[in-house]
C-alpha cells in the first residue's frame, strides 16, 4: 500500500503576490513541510512581514522585491533568489488582480445607457486599464516563466499557477479579468507540453471566491455585512461559505509534490466550493 507524508525538505520555492493573503498562505504551508521558500513582491515590506512569520516558526524564509511585468527586475530578483538558496525547484505564480477601472458598472447593458456620461459600460471601458489586468494577469506569469524556469530546463520541476474560477464562467461585470485568468488557463496547458521532454510539469490552481484584502470592498459593504454580489455569489456555491486560505493547501502540496503528482501536469483545478459545477437550479 502506498503511503506517503508530504516532505518538500531541499526544494527550493520563488512565489510571485507573496505579499497577498492567498500566496502568503502558500508560503507558510509549503515552509511548514520543510520547504525553503523565496517570498516575492512589489511590496517588500509586507512579504517580509509574512517572511518573519515563517522564520518565527522555524522554517526559512526570505522576501525579494520583484516586478512581474519587469524583466530585468525578475533577473536581479532570480539572481538573488539563486545566490540565497542555491536554485529554485518550485515555481509559484500568484501575482494578478483586478482593476476597478476595467469594470463595468452595471452587470447588464440597457438601451440608453450610452447616453448616461457618468456610467462606465463595456463601450467606455479605458484601453489602458483593460491591458493592465491582461499584463498582471497574463504577461507577468510569461515573462517570471521565462526567467525562472531556465533553471528547471536543466533539472525539472514544477510551476503552478494561479489562475481562477473566471476562467471557467466569467463573472459579470470583468470582462478583462475573466478573459485573463482564461488565458492563464490556456497558457497552463501549453506550457505544460512545451516543458515535458525536459522534466517540468505545470499546472494551475483555479480558486472561487476568498474573502481577501483585494475583494473586501465586492463582498463585503461598510458595516461588515454581505453585499448584494456576495449572496447572489453565495446562493450559486453548493458548499454556501467562501473559501479559506487552508482550503487551497491540500491542492498545493498535490500538485508541488512529484511523489504524489509526477505524472499530473498541463491541468487547471478548481477549487471553488462546487461554483462552477452549479447551473443555478
Request: net charge negative.
Amino acid at each position: 500500500m502506498f503511503q506517503k507524508t508530504i516532505d518538500l525538505t531541499g526544494k527550493n520555492v520563488a512565489i510571485t503576490g507573496a505579499g497577498g493573503v492567498l500566496c502568503s498562505g502558500f508560503a507558510k504551508a509549503l515552509a511548514a513541510v520543510g520547504a525553503r521558500v523565496a517570498l516575492l513582491d512589489l511590496n517588500t515590506q509586507k512579504a517580509e512581514e509574512y517572511a518573519a512569520d515563517i522564520r518565527a516558526e522555524g522554517g526559512f524564509a526570505k522576501a525579494f522585491y520583484a516586478n512581474v511585468l519587469d524583466k530585468a527586475s525578475l533577473e536581479d530578483c532570480y539572481n538573488q533568489v539563486v545566490s540565497e538558496l542555491g536554485g529554485v525547484d518550485i515555481l509559484i505564480n500568484g501575482a494578478g488582480g483586478n482593476h476597478p477601472l476595467a469594470t463595468t458598472a452595471k452587470e447588464y447593458y440597457e438601451a440608453g445607457d450610452l447616453d448616461k456620461e457618468d456610467l462606465t459600460t463595456f463601450f467606455t471601458l479605458p484601453a489602458e486599464s483593460i491591458r493592465k489586468v491582461f499584463d498582471i494577469n497574463f504577461t507577468g506569469i510569461l515573462l517570471t516563466t521565462q526567467v525562472f524556469a531556465k533553471g528547471m530546463a536543466e533539472k525539472g520541476g514544477s510551476i503552478i499557477n494561479v489562475s481562477s474560477m473566471n476562467a471557467f464562467r466569467p463573472l459579470t461585470k470583468i470582462p478583462a479579468y475573466s478573459a485573463a485568468k482564461a488565458a492563464v488557463s490556456n497558457f497552463t496547458q501549453w506550457l505544460a507540453v512545451h516543458f515535458a521532454d525536459v522534466g517540468i510539469r505545470v499546472n494551475a490552481i483555479a480558486p472561487g471566491f476568498f474573502s481577501t484584502n483585494q475583494n473586501k470592498a465586492l463582498l463585503y459593504d461598510a458595516n461588515g455585512e454581505l453585499t448584494p454580489r456576495s449572496h447572489k455569489i453565495l446562493s450559486h456555491t453548493p458548499m454556501n461559505r467562501f473559501g479559506e486560505t487552508d482550503d487551497l493547501t491540500g491542492t498545493l502540496y498535490w500538485l508541488a509534490d512529484d511523489a504524489f503528482s509526477g505524472f499530473v501536469t498541463g491541468i487547471v483545478v478548481p477549487v471553488d466550493g462546487g461554483f462552477s459545477a452549479y447551473s443555478g437550479v
